[in-house]
Antibody, heavy 128, light 112 residues
Framework: QVQLVQSGAEVKKPGASVKVSCKASGYTFTSNDFNWVRQAPGQGLEWMGWVSSDNGNTKFSQRFQVRVTMTTDTSTNTAYMELRSLRSDDTAIYYC?????????????????????WGQGTLVIVSS | DIVMTQSPDSLAVSLGERATINCKSSQSVLYNSNNKNYLAWYQQKPGQPPKLLIYWASTRESGVPDRFSGSGSGTDFTLTISSLQAEDVAIYYCHQYYTTPYSFGPGTKLEI
């Protein structure tokens, strides 16, 4: 079965960087792309960006554009998200999320960027 | 950017009764090429990651009980729980994946 196992909780000081990993298993890694979603304490869900597991292409929310890097390593079936210049309001649970399966029908072939598998989440606390 | 809104913010429903949650997008999420609405619903229980319930606005994810159903098209969508069970207490989020930046509704808290 599909599993996404994320790295453990982190405590960082303001201005530091954090790198969260997400190891995938139970399917062909390059068949689906990854997104990263975060959730501040008691708050809703916020999409941060997307990374192709096939070619490494990325797309980010403008809110994180200059501070985030998302990569994948096909040799270890692992996705990574690095967030730099951390602030206290970056304190949140960070989730890696896998896209649904692409499909083809009479009208063409399409991706399915809904989020059908979630990692367990990584709590990142930013505090001086 | 597409802004997602949900109503109500919170909802209390008796066991066995129907629960209805509404979601509205600031622009249509219907993709004309494949005639699909790029709208999903998730359930999140305390201390857990969200769980996909519905995608393409009305397709139930495998393993999701059939008391959960989604409807709507374009900009207006509804999640219905036909007969509320105790284990359905959670926060429910809608999500548009029509275009980046993908966005979520603010959530609806469902209680007994």
């Amino acid at each position: 079965q599909v599993q996404l196992v994320q790295s453990g909780a982190e405590v960082k000081k303001p201005g530091a960087s954090v790198k969260v990993s997400c190891k995938a298993s139970g399917y062909t890694f390059t068949s689906n792309d990854f997104n990263w979603v975060r959730q501040a304490p008691g708050q809703g869900l916020e999409w941060m960006g997307w990374v192709s597991s096939d070619n490494g292409n990325t797309k980010f929310s403008q809110r994180f554009q200059v501070r985030v890097t998302m990569t994948t390593d096909t040799s270890t079936n692992t996705a990574y998200m690095e967030l730099r210049s951390l602030r206290s309001d970056d304190t949140a649970i960070y989730y890696c999320v896998r896209d649904g399966p692409g499909y083809c029908d009479a009208t063409g072939c399409y991706t399915s960027p809904y989020f059908n598998h979630w990692g367990q989440g990584t709590l990142v606390i930013v505090s001086s | 950017d597409i802004v997602m809104t949900q109503s109500p913010d919170s909802l209390a429903v008796s066991l066995g009764e129907r629960a209805t949650i509404n979601c509205k997008s600031s622009q249509s999420v219907l993709y004309n090429s494949n005639n699909k609405n790029y709208l999903a619903w998730y359930q999140q229980k305390p201390g857990q990651p969200p769980k996909l319930l519905i995608y393409w606005a009305s397709t139930r994810e495998s393993g999701v009980p059939d008391r959960f159903s989604g409807s709507g098209s374009g900009t207006d969508f509804t999640l219905t729980i036909s007969s509320l069970q105790a284990e359905d207490v959670a926060i429910y989020y809608c999500h548009q994946y029509y275009t980046t930046p993908y966005s979520f509704g603010p959530g609806t808290k469902l209680e007994i």
